[in-house]
């Protein structure tokens, strides 16, 4: 027989809360298809690593589901799916409601650019009989962690004569990869007297692309020159075509799982492709939401949100006044009425590393989907803050439907600090709160989430969005 509870336990259970790994809390028919939804997720991380390659797959899964391109004036009701592909960079996707949309729209918004390394406009180059690329680094990184990996090349080339290549190199087992050198500890001691920050620089992150000359007498640029033979082969590009290309280098490493427990995925751009996911799968997969649910994948959050396929662009505010507009509403009236997921990572508590973070109010790996009430620097510098009101609300939402959670902030006060996309939203008038998942080694070539935590993301955006 069970021992009774004491008055203090009682008590405390009533009154104290109680936060614990989420496993204690789910169904082995849940963990079962959590992990089975990552299988999916991992496959989405291999063959997406930039945003152009996002918006590919995104565009291609929507026509499958039955979604079609918006046109003005096409005539939208209740249950129709639309998308805008915004420059083959972004995407915004909309599954119409049964409600007036007067009453705003429920709002998904990720992104799909990470940070890597980005090659310059001229970046072929040959120093002592080695071919180089010169690259601009894209985003926060440390950028020693950049160096001795094997890093893939994907992007697309357009020719002078306007013609468009893609490229992909690096990703097929048969294919090469390219790394960016550094120094052998032995010839070190200098290098590694400057500050971490400075161990390598940005001049420095120069991609390896070839070794061999083109057998001539007398030649210079020997290796450069054969190296662009072999481009010209494969590709019809002379050099002055990297004018106008944009090559990302991103890690050549597939998405693995983590641990004997096989509880954790590492992979390079979870940040933030692991919203992007949860929450284009939670739009493909909503039939008859009560509000319109939109969802956004944007680029360009890593450096900032500007740029036209960026959030602080209009590109989304113009999609919501031409969806308002097919119901004879102004954008401002569906705008003021909505409400909004900015779906991105937190930081999640790293042992390692425990005094960046407040213990009492960080995001744990395993605890469930993060709802972060607000983010920026200092005294809550560029943050939106959502108000108690529309926290009351998703909390309730979150615990209505039995998604795990909990709430976390990014780092100590004065630590540091950073933002997402939810202030450019929230801007707009739309009630805006940050969810995401917890990550380990945000930023780094190799980033860590919990399987639980992206299971409980996608059925916090599904609650949210089909609501
Ligand atoms: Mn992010
Ligand atoms: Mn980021």
Redesign the pocket.
Same mark, same amino acid.
């Given at each position: 027989m069970a021992k009774e509870k004491t008055e203090g336990q009682n008590l405390k259970e009533k009154l104290l809360s109680n936060k614990k790994h989420a496993l204690f809390n789910m169904s082995e028919e849940d963990i079962k298809k959590g992990d089975e939804f990552c299988e999916s997720y991992k496959k989405f991380l291999d063959s997406a690593k930039t945003e152009r390659e996002a918006v590919e797959y995104t565009v291609d899964l929507l026509e499958k589901k039955g979604f079609v391109p918006f046109k003005p004036g096409m005539g939208l009701k209740d249950g129709d799916k639309v998308y805008v592909n915004n420059r083959g960079k972004a995407v915004i996707m909309a599954v119409i409601g049964s409600e007036d949309i007067k009453n705003g729209v429920n709002i998904c918004a990720a992104?799909i650019d990470s940070p890597r390394l980005d090659l310059k406009q001229c970046p072929v180059y040959e120093d002592n009989e080695i071919a180089l690329f010169k690259t601009h680094y894209y985003g926060g990184i440390k950028k020693y962690q950049w160096t001795v990996i094997p890093l893939a090349l994907h992007g697309v080339i357009v020719k002078a004569d306007g013609s468009k290549i893609k490229v992909t190199v690096g990703e097929d087992e048969s294919d090469p990869v390219f790394c960016v050198n550094d120094l052998l500890p032995h010839l070190a001691a200098e290098q590694m007297k400057r500050p971490l920050a400075q161990g390598i620089k940005g001049e420095e992150l120069n991609i390896v692309i070839g070794s061999r000359p083109f057998k001539e007498d007398k030649l210079s640029e020997a290796v450069k020159l054969n190296i662009m033979k072999i481009l010209n082969e494969k590709y019809g590009i002379v050099e002055d075509d990297f004018l106008s290309a944009e090559l990302e280098a991103v890690p050549a490493f597939k998405a693995k799982d983590v641990g004997f427990d096989r509880s954790l995925i590492g992979a390079y751009g979870h %940040? %933030?492709r692991v919203?992007a996911y949860t929450a284009l799968m939670a739009a493909v997969n909503c039939t008859a939401p009560k509000k319109t649910a939109v969802t956004v994948l944007t680029d360009k @959050? @890593?450096t900032g949100s500007d740029g036209n396929t960026g959030l602080q662009s209009a590109y989304l505010k113009y999609f919501i006044a031409d969806i308002a507009a097919e119901f004879n509403e102004e954008g401002r009236t569906v705008l003021s009425a909505s409400e909004c997921m900015s779906a %991105?990572?937190n930081s999640a508590f790293d042992p390692t590393f425990p005094d960046v973070l407040e213990k009492r109010n960080c995001a744990y790996i395993n605890y469930g989907v993060c709802v972060t009430k607000f983010t920026g620097a200092r005294g809550k510098s560029g943050t939106s803050d959502a108000s108690a009101e529309f926290v009351g609300k998703i909390r309730k939402l979150l615990d209505d439907n039995g998604v795990i959670w909990q709430t976390g902030e990014l780092g100590k006060v004065d630590m540091g600090g950073g933002g997402?996309v939810a202030a450019y939203i929230a801007n707009l008038n739309v009630d805006t709160i940050d969810v995401g998942v917890p990550v380990l080694s945000m930023h780094a070539p190799f980033e860590t989430v919990s399987k639980i935590d992206v299971y409980m993301t996608y059925k916090a955006f599904s609650a949210f969005i089909s609501a």
């Open positions: 992104h %940040d %933030d919203c @959050e @890593e %991105d990572v997402t």
